[in-house]
């Protein structure tokens, strides 16, 4: 079955920019949307933005300034970056595969933004 | 920015009947747009419980149902275990977002 993997740094510091790959196995990423959630410790989940295999992106509207997703379907990975990152962005980031809801999850990676 | 609405707990003895609201607007939940429920235990990801309002993934025990009706969905749990206690939010897509909104989160204690 299809699983995600999150990887990337763990810390990151404050106006630096948050870098994580998804990578997905077991399944192509081709002809699904993709999608990143976040959710600040101890906090509720908050969506972050989608990707289509074609490269087409939607973004929260709170984070579209800061935030850029791609797709490299030759890796079967999706990629994000947050630029300028604050305290604020501290959170488990977790990527998805989008079916009519978002399943499955990866396993998620806790970025920690800090001096 | 759209928020889907939830009780912050809900609690019950072991065999009991509880329910989990999840609340939204004309831009979400009313505008027909499907509801899904996710259990989430600490320290793990979240795990799709119901889809599409009122469907049960493969190996989903059937105490979990969904239901969905105007602007508001329900998660109920017949007959708790246990094992239940976790979080759960619901999730659904918004217009004015462009995007997925998702429940506030509710946290299930089994007394």
């Known amino acids: 079955q299809v699983q995600l993997q999150e990887s990337g740094p763990g810390l990151v510091k404050p106006s630096d920019t948050l870098s994580l790959t998804c990578t997905v196995s077991?399944?192509?990423?081709?002809?699904?949307?993709w999608t990143w959630i976040r959710q600040p410790p101890g906090k509720g989940l908050e969506w972050v933005g989608n990707?289509?295999?074609?490269?087409?992106?939607d973004y929260n509207p709170s984070l579209k300034s800061r935030v850029t997703i791609s797709v490299d379907t030759s890796k079967n990975l999706f990629s994000l970056k947050v630029k300028s990152v604050t305290a604020a962005d501290t959170a488990v980031y977790y990527c998805?595969?989008?079916?009519?809801?978002?399943?499955?999850w990866g396993q998620g990676s806790l970025v920690t933004v800090s001096s | 920015q759209p928020v889907l609405t939830q009780p912050p707990s809900v609690s019950g003895a072991p065999g009991q009947w509880v329910t989990i609201s999840c609340t939204g607007s004309?831009?979400?939940?009313?505008?027909?747009?499907?509801v899904h429920w996710y259990q989430q235990f600490p320290g793990t990801a979240p795990k799709l419980l119901i889809h599409?309002?009122?469907n049960r993934p493969s190996g989903v025990p059937d105490r979990f149902s969904g239901s969905k009706s105007g602007t508001s969905a329900s998660l109920a749990i017949t007959g708790l275990q246990a094992e239940d206690e976790a979080d759960y939010y619901c999730?659904?897509?918004?217009?004015?977002?462009?995007?997925?909104?998702f429940g506030t989160g509710t946290k299930v204690t089994v007394l």
């Open positions: 998805a595969r989008v079916s009519g809801p978002l399943d499955p």
């Open positions: 077991g399944g192509s990423i081709i002809s699904y949307y």
């Open positions: 990707i289509y295999y074609t490269g087409s992106t």
């Open positions: 004309n831009s979400n939940l009313g505008a027909a747009y499907t």
């Open positions: 599409d309002n009122d």
């Open positions: 999730q659904s897509y918004d217009s004015s977002l462009s995007g997925y909104v």
